[in-house]
């Protein structure tokens, strides 16, 4: 757990440097607990729909290629 063993609370990863983003995420994406996932969506599909339902659409994307049913869902956005 980033926030006990580090101090680490995590609110907004543009608030990190590029050093402690890219350590953090080499720590998340190599847990054994922690399953990672994300998704592309195409500019053109951006321009399409609009950047938060483009967003809520890569969410909704990287959530369903998980290989299993998560408990809960970590993500870097607004209005999850």
């Not at 543009?14 to 080499?26: H, V």
């Not at 190599?30 to 599909?45: G, T, Y």
């Amino acid at each position: 757990n980033l926030e006990k063993e580090k101090g680490i609370i995590l609110k907004d990863s543009k608030k990190l440097s590029e050093k402690k983003r890219e350590e953090i995420f080499e720590e998340l994406t190599s847990h054994p607990q922690i399953v990672c996932s994300w998704a592309v969506i195409p500019h053109d599909r951006i321009d399409e729909i609009n950047i938060l339902q483009a967003t809520f659409e890569a969410m909704d994307q990287a959530v369903s290629r998980l290989d299993c049913t998560p408990d809960y869902v970590l993500v870097d956005g607004n209005m999850v």
